[in-house]
T-cell receptor, first 116, second 111 residues
Framework: GAGVSQSPSNKVTEKGKDVELRCDPISGHTALYWYRQSLGQGLEFLIYFQGNSAPDKSGLPSDRFSAERTGGSVSTLTIQRTQQEDSAVYLCASSPPGGSGNTEAFFGQGTRLTVV | DQQVKQNSPSLSVQEGRISILNCDYT??????FLWYKKYPAEGPTFLISISSIKDKNEDGRFTVFLNKSAKHLSLHIVPSQPGDSAVYFC??????????FGKGTRLSVIA
């Protein structure tokens, strides 16, 4: 597909369970980001992958959150022992190579996670 | 500490009039600024951007103004249309760092 694809689009899980959210970025995009949007809030940065560099994990809210990007393409965000406050829309974005950083990020449609 | 602030959570404008959405930032290292538009149940879509070396960028009905001394940018939409009703996010970055977003402003264009 032409855009960023995320799956599943909706996920309901029980408190304490682990969840995995998947992101397929646009082909050729070297940067990949995960953000989340809680109800009534802005987009909160979680983690950033740029090419072969070490990921910027500074936005991960706790050690229950982790993310991988395999082969420089698909990324998986894992949340262990989910809590109700993890309920949010998780958004993935990718952007093309751009040395100066003057490139926009293209977002997927998001995964709505509900922890009950 | 919020580095990008959108102080108006909502704005209502009549169709055909100008919509002005505002954004303030605190980090003087930001060198690239973007506006995104978001409809319910969809991801944000890129609207327009501006580099810190410019003070204005125009694309059709959308114009972004940057005032570096005031650390302020604004998005003008003219004429506003009902289809412009959405949440608008301001974002900024420094070099290749991740985009930092504001909390958004919900624009309602009334027919």
């Amino acid at each position: 597909g032409a855009g960023v694809s995320q799956s599943p689009s909706n996920k309901v899980t029980e408190k304490g369970k682990d969840v995995e959210l998947r992101c397929d970025p646009i082909s050729g995009h070297t940067a990949l980001y995960w953000y989340r949007q809680s109800l009534g809030q802005g987009l909160e940065f979680l983690i950033y992958f740029q090419g072969n560099s070490a990921p910027d994990k500074s936005g991960l809210p706790s050690d229950r959150f982790s993310a991988e990007r395999t082969g420089g393409s698909v990324s998986t965000l894992t949340i262990q022992r989910t809590q109700q406050e993890d309920s949010a829309v998780y958004l993935c974005a990718s952007s093309p190579p751009g040395g100066s950083g003057n490139t926009e990020a293209f977002f997927g449609q998001g995964t709505r996670l509900t922890v009950v | 500490d919020q580095q990008v602030k959108q102080n108006s959570p909502s704005l209502s404008v009549q169709e055909g009039r100008i919509s002005i959405l505002n954004c303030d930032y605190t980090n003087s290292m930001f060198d690239y600024f973007l506006w995104y538009k978001k409809y319910p149940a969809e991801g944000p879509t890129f609207l327009i951007s501006i580099s810190s070396i410019k003070d204005k960028n125009e694309d059709g009905r959308f114009t972004v103004f940057l005032n570096k001394s005031a650390k302020h940018l604004s998005l003008h939409i003219v004429p506003s249309q009902p289809g412009d009703s959405a949440v608008y996010f301001c974002a900024a970055r420094s070099g290749n760092t991740p985009l930092v977003f504001g909390k958004g402003t919900r624009l309602s264009v009334i027919a």
